[in-house]
DNA sequence: GCCAACGTTGGC
DNA sequence: GCCAACGTTGGC
């Protein structure tokens, strides 16, 4: 089982959209990055953990966790001309751009800032310090525990 | 809104 | 296959 964290634009879709759709899934799609395809083509997998990140915002944060329910499949967005990241180099034939299925956790008891992260001298080698635009990226264990314990989740975190 | 970092495209 | 031009991301 291994940890990831997935930014989005919390304006395009939120942890609170997340929620609304506690009793579904949601599929993450639009990702139009090769590298962060490669992971969720070939390493993201269900029941690993993620941390949902917000960016592009005043106060750039990790807010809370969720799971991998699907394993990476064709995103099928890309094959719609009148969506928002219609590629028409993509068929069906040859997806070019996956996604997968998330299902919402629960929120961290406390957010975790990038400012935050970048002040700890544990998490210096996170990507999202070292490479701040990858948009999906893996996380160590070690590193996994240290923002779980930043987030007041030590004690172990309550699934919904 | 600015701009640095960096990913992608396309001419050669 | 190099690299300049261009587009996008995302912190500030």
Aim: charged share 25%.
């Amino acid at each position: 089982m291994a940890h990831w964290l997935f930014k989005t634009e919390p304006g395009c879709f939120s942890f609170d959209d997340l929620k609304k759709r506690l009793t579904m899934t949601e599929p993450w799609d639009g990702v139009r990055n090769f590298q962060a395809r490669n992971f969720l083509r070939d390493q993201v997998r269900i029941g690993d953990q993620v941390l949902f990140y917000h960016s592009n915002i005043p106060e750039p944060a990790v807010v809370g966790l969720a799971e991998v329910v699907r394993d990476g499949y064709p995103d099928t967005t890309a094959l719609n001309p009148n969506a928002e990241h219609f590629d028409p180099k993509a068929s069906p034939d040859n997806p070019i751009w996956y996604m997968v299925d998330l299902r919402y956790v629960a929120p961290l008891k406390k957010i975790v800032t990038l400012e935050s992260i970048k002040q700890n001298p544990l998490l210096t080698d996170m990507l999202l310090v070292k490479r701040s635009r990858l948009s999906i990226q893996p996380v160590t264990e070690y590193e996994w525990h240290i923002m779980l314990a930043m987030g007041g989740m030590a004690g172990g975190m309550r699934e919904q």
